[in-house]
């Protein structure tokens, strides 16, 4: 199935319509840039080591506010 675009009265495109599969694919990515980019704001951040499960708990709680 290819994607399908909703227009408005004038025929722009202004929203698009996907198969689920290809959605949920699309927000797993982006959940998995956002731990990236969260593990290389750390690094910036200090230098203090963390325990691994320490640090997830933090990476939970960011993505709960988020």
């Known amino acids: 199935m290819a994607n399908q675009f909703v227009t ?8 698009v319509i996907l198969p689920i599969k290809e959605y949920e694919k699309m927000m797993e990515d982006l959940d998995d840039l956002e731990d990236i980019r969260l593990f290389d ?15 997830f ?10």
Do not use: F, Q, T
Request: aromatic share 0%.
């Open 8 to 15: 408005n009265d004038v025929g722009k495109k202004v929203a």
């Open 41 to 55: 704001n750390a690094k910036k951040e200090s230098s203090e080591r963390v325990p691994i499960k320490e640090a």
């Open 57 to 66: 708990k933090k990476l939970d709680a960011k993505r709960k506010k988020a």
